[in-house]
Structures are given as structure tokens and as C-alpha cells.
């Protein structure tokens, strides 16, 4: 039995229309409105992350948390998430000034606004496996049994931190 629901295929410049006779689809205007309202953006958009890469070969790990603002006027505009960072960005800057005139970008000056962001909150981590009271009690005896010697040192240390984890 058929029912009648609209397309869920998107709309694809060139194709058929959806066989809703008289009105387009929603995807066809969502779609119709980004292209016209946002067309303008993409260029900007397709530059910085362009730049985002181009930095992140510069500079792989100094540049794993900053983020390309923009690029106006031959001054490129970073953002790093802290003054620490900032400070050793600001360091590396003609390395990477550089490394983008080499690339072929027409940099002149290079600028780093801290924008700092919200912390995110970190949730304790779940216990990756339970152990049963049983399991426990026979780590809490081979731990008290083990004899103490410089090569049951770590395996007594492990024992002691699974036992801390996992008591009630």
C-alpha cells in the first residue's frame, strides 16, 4: 500500500521536481534560501579554512586548538583559547608568516586575539568493567599474600589502584 509522503531525497539543481504538483518541497527552499542568502560567505569561508590547514602544516601541534578569524586587508587574524598559548603563537609567528608567503598567501602582519571559550565539563570516567565481590576479595588476598620484592613492586601498586577504583 502506498501512502502519500513527500520526498525525502534532497533537491539537486537539475534534476526532476519532487512530484508535489504546484508547491516545492521544503528542502527545495531551505535549499534555494542558503544559495542565495549565504552565497556570498562562501568564498571567505573556503579561504579561511584553506588558511586553518596551511597554518596547521606550519605550526602541527602549536595550532591543534587556535583557529584562522580572518584575513583582511594582507593581516591575517588568529584566535588561540588562552594568554599561554597566545604567548607561544606570538614566537612562532614569523616561522609562520613565512611558511605562508612561501605558500603563496600575501601576509603581511599577523595578529592574535585570545578568545576564550567556556570550559567544557569533564564527566568522571564510568567504570570500564565491574567486578564481582568475588573477583574483588581474591585481588584484595593476592594482594596481601603477594610477597613484597622489588619485581612484585608495580604489580602491587596496580593492585592497590584497582582495589581504590573499585571499593563500595
Known amino acids: 500500500m502506498k501512502t502519500n509522503r513527500p520526498s525525502t531525497a534532497p533537491f539537486r539543481a537539475g534534476s526532476a521536481r519532487p512530484a508535489n504538483k504546484g508547491k516545492p518541497s521544503q528542502s527545495v527552499e531551505v535549499n534555494s534560501l542558503l544559495r ?3 552565497a556570498h560567505l562562501w568564498p571567505t569561508i ?3 579554512a ?3 590547514k596551511e597554518c596547521a602544516t606550519a605550526l602541527p601541534q602549536l595550532f591543534l586548538y587556535c583557529q584562522v578569524l580572518q584575513l583582511e586587508a594582507e593581516q591575517l587574524v588568529l584566535a588561540a583559547p588562552n594568554a599561554a598559548l597566545a604567548s607561544k603563537l606570538k614566537q612562532q609567528l614569523p616561522k609562520l608568516q613565512t611558511a605562508l ?3 603563496g598567501w600575501q601576509i603581511n602582519a599577523i595578529r592574535i586575539k585570545v578568545q576564550v571559550t567556556l570550559a567544557l565539563h569533564n564527566e568522571p570516567a564510568e567504570k570500564q568493567c565491574l567486578f564481582s565481590d568475588s573477583a574483588l576479595k581474591a585481588f584484595d ?3 596481601k599474600n603477594l610477597a613484597g620484592s622489588k619485581h612484585n613492586d608495580e604489580l602491587l601498586g596496580a593492585l592497590r589502584t584497582l582495589l581504590n577504583r573499585h571499593k563500595k
Open 36 to 38: 542565495n542568502q549565504l
Open 46 to 48: 573556503s579561504n579561511n
Open 50 to 52: 584553506a588558511l586553518q
Open 101 to 103: 608567503q612561501k605558500a
Open 141 to 143: 588476598s593476592l594482594e
